[in-house]
């Protein structure tokens, strides 16, 4: 247990020296990038195991965004991590309301890390098929993968109040190369 504490105020603590900016739309986005830090496995002898590396930013972002977005985004740390951000090897583009509270985020690297609430209806994005579905606690979700590599998993995370009409209209904004 105290591992698992000490490796997530590391991971933490890297993520908020990490922050970037990035994003060609009208909003700003902040991205976020979840390290891996390298796990030692308790045995006879001490051995680590290597850090896959952690995402490049994703070559597109959605073009239409959730009307309560605000265009000027406050300091990456203003947002806080959840069990939906802070996913090691990531990186998450996400975008807030004038109080610094969560309205969307893009990660990238994984799928969600819980099961839907009930079975995620199927669309289509950037050619792909993808699942849309309730994550619970008013959360949706939008998963779906564009190749073999790990890199290659997207989701969006939708935060309260919202629904399957705005996941679906930020969804079909995905368009671009990568």
């Not at 300091?75 to 806080?80: G, I, K, L, W, Y």
């Not at 073999?148 to 935060?159: A, E, G, I, K």
Request: net charge negative; charged share 15%.
């Amino acid at each position: 247990m105290f591992t698992h504490r000490s490796l997530l105020a590391i991971a933490m603590t890297l993520v908020l020296a990490a922050c970037t900016s990035a994003g060609d739309s009208t909003t700003t986005a902040s991205t976020i990038t979840i390290p891996i830090t390298p796990t030692t496995i308790p045995t006879t002898t001490l051995t680590t195991e290597p850090a896959p590396e952690t995402c490049d930013p994703p070559t597109f972002l959605p073009t239409v965004l959730p009307d309560r977005v605000t265009d000027d985004q406050p300091d990456v740390s203003a947002v806080p991590l959840d069990e939906f951000t802070l996913q090691p090897g990531t990186i998450v583009t996400g975008w807030t309301d004038e109080a610094g509270i969560p309205v969307l985020a893009m990660v990238r690297g994984a799928l969600p890390p819980i099961r839907w609430i009930n079975t995620p209806e199927t669309i289509e994005i950037r050619g792909e098929k993808a699942a849309l579905g309730d994550l619970g606690e008013g959360i949706w979700g939008v998963a779906w993968y564009e190749g073999l590599d790990r890199c290659d998993l997207y989701y969006l995370v939708f935060y309260p109040p919202t629904g399957p009409d705005e996941a679906r209209m930020v969804a079909a904004s995905l368009t671009g190369s990568g």
